[in-house]
């Protein structure tokens, strides 16, 4: 019996999904399958991303959190086998959900408790001043009293007017009584206060630790206030964090924000075993209404690796450990990317013949790679620079790794790779996520500091993509804005701030883009047989769009499209 009802009581059904799912639980037993509910989506454009060009189906019908059918909508009739929901998509469009391949979870959790430092498109602040507004005004809305800590993230020194780093003399004055610490855009640094220098131990006497970067006023050995990479880490390491019941509050918020954006699926990007706890403890509470892949640092390998707290490759309760990570490098925006060959600038701190940091050297790098390769660990690199990709490169051969095994290492960022690299990809089986976000964010710094013939190779998509290596595409969140859109867009026409095109030869089309956030992110993850693509057998994870991406009129107009739905294995985990 097929019972024609809308949209609006579709959500009626999820609001009483609770009960619903009570019921299933009895009619499996039972096991009478003409009980089942069940959804059939018809009426707009279907992209169903199974296959190397863009197929449509017309109706799609869920049942039990999966897809039961996906085709023509006249044969669809003889799969009902229960009641039916019928959604009318009224000319929507509606995708597989969109499978994030890389960010950081932890820090959309952390985010609601911070303040926004970025500035556009991600936040307002445009220079120091606007800045120290926006903090102050947060110590007041909150309610910061004085010996306390103030937060803020995304700060961009070559987006503020003042085109420098902030210094602890700029926070100094509105901020005596305050810890402040601002994170950098990177999160692979930041700014700290003369209180919060006080409090982390760092002075005139402190070192610069290897693998760091300690900013020092001019004319002596006083700190200024940045600290980058292994000089930052410690410090970010011991700041204080919300509580674990705080924490588990801020949960629903966080994946909302993933949601809002069409992502059913959100990736924590190098977890410490701290976190692992916390993401386990809410995954064990039912927190998780989207799955979250979680890749355990290397710092702490010996904590994680064949424990069987923490097992690898499987969802439990929506949580599932994948991959250890590594990070090589830093930034190139900050310099601190790995590069074979020095920038065209002076580091940090004036060095000639820079080449960035990497924070682990090649030999100990391949030693613990082969130690979790040996142990059915799946690899997973952050390396910007040429230099850090080739450590990358090094230690997965000295693995052991061919294309043949089919172990998928990552290289997440792979920004900077060189042509020849891609060769070696597709040789030895590796898979890079790209991050184009970087041409239109900091594409114009870029050129600035390799040159324009190593910056328009930046996230080489296209080249990729004809090698028939399996991308994706990320954001980097909170480096970036978690929107799908603005990363297709940035894939499809690699435009910088001040409007140049940054290696228009890479340019993808919109069926490439769709893949990149799609069947592209599920395939690393180990998952193309149950995400990323509309089929039979697969998740019911979709989004439902107010506009066809491959039916839009000029690449710019991708970037209005707008998320209306998300649907998670069936139900409704975002409504516009
Ligand atoms: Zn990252």
């Not at 918020?253 to 992502?263: C, H, I, K, P």
């Not at 386990?280 to 509470?285: F, G, I, V, Y």
Request: proline share 5%; glycine share 8%.
């Amino acid at each position: 019996m097929i019972k024609r009802i809308s949209i609006l009581a579709l959500v009626f059904t999820v609001l009483l999904s609770c009960k619903t799912q009570e019921k299933k639980e009895v009619d499996q037993t039972s096991n009478d399958e003409n009980k089942l509910e069940q959804t059939i989506y018809f009426g707009g454009d279907i992209i169903t991303m199974d296959g190397a060009t863009p197929q449509y189906v017309e109706a799609v019908i869920e049942r039990d959190g999966k897809i039961i059918y996906a085709g023509d909508k006249a044969s669809a009739v003889n799969n009902f086998a229960g009641e039916t929901v019928e959604v009318d998509l009224k000319g929507k469009t509606m995708l597989p959900g969109f499978v994030d391949p890389h960010g950081h979870f932890m820090s959309a959790v952390l985010m609601s408790t911070q303040v926004n430092c970025a500035s556009p498109p991600m936040g307002t602040v445009t220079d120091i001043p606007s800045m120290i507004e926006k903090l102050q005004k947060f110590k007041e809305e909150k309610g910061i009293k004085d010996g306390e800590w103030i937060v803020g993230w995304g700060y961009d020194q070559d987006l503020l007017a003042e085109k420098r780093h902030i210094t602890k003399l700029d926070l100094d004055e509105a901020f005596p009584n305050n810890k402040i610490l601002i994170v950098h855009i990177s999160m692979h640094g930041g700014v700290l206060n003369s209180k919060a220098l006080e409090w982390a131990g760092l002075d005139e006497n402190s070192e610069t630790p290897e693998g760091g970067v300690i900013a020092r006023l001019p004319g002596g050995n006083e700190p200024a206030g940045l600290l980058m990479e292994m000089a930052y880490m410690p410090v970010f390491d011991k700041l204080p964090q919300p509580s674990e019941d705080e924490m588990m509050e801020l949960m629903e918020a966080a994946q909302m924000q993933y949601t809002s954006n069409g992502y059913t699926h959100a990736v924590e990007g190098f977890t410490h075993i701290k976190d692992m706890n916390t993401l386990k403890r809410a995954a064990k509470e039912g927190r998780f209404f989207i799955d979250i892949v979680s890749l355990p640092g290397f710092t702490e390998m010996k904590e994680w690796l064949n424990n069987p707290e923490y097992p690898f490759g499987e969802y439990n309760d929506r949580l599932k450990f994948q991959g250890g990570k590594f990070t090589l490098d830093g930034s190139p925006q900050g310099l601190t990317a790995y590069m074979a060959e020095p920038y065209s600038v002076p580091g940090p701190n004036g060095e000639k013949n820079w080449v960035g940091n990497t924070s682990i050297p090649r030999e100990d790098l391949a030693k613990l790679a082969k130690v979790m390769v040996d142990n059915n660990v799946q690899i997973m690199f952050h390396a910007n620079g040429d230099g850090a990709i080739e450590d990358a490169i090094y230690a997965i051969e000295n693995a052991g790794i061919k294309a043949s095994d089919d172990k998928r290492p990552i290289i997440i960022h792979s920004q900077f790779q060189k042509p020849e690299h891609l060769k070696k990809y597709v040789e030895i089986g590796i898979s890079p996520t790209y991050f184009t976000n970087h041409a239109f964010y900091w594409g114009d710094v870029h050129i600035r500091n390799v040159g324009l013939e190593k910056a328009s190779f930046i996230s080489p998509m296209k080249a990729a993509n004809d090698l028939g290596l399996i991308t994706s595409n990320h954001t980097d969140f909170n480096v970036t804005l978690l929107d799908p859109f603005f990363v297709m867009w940035t894939s499809m026409k690699r435009e910088t701030r001040s409007g140049k095109i940054l290696g228009g030869d890479q340019v993808i089309d919109g069926y490439a883009a769709l893949q990149s956030l799609t069947t592209g992110s599920a395939y690393q993850f180990f998952e193309e047989d149950s995400k990323g693509k509309i089929k039979k057998g697969m998740l019911a994870d979709f989004v439902i769009l107010d506009t066809n991406p491959l039916k839009i009129s000029t690449v710019d107009a991708i970037k209005d499209i707008k998320v209306l739905e998300t649907i998670k294995e069936g139900k409704t985990v975002f409504k516009k």
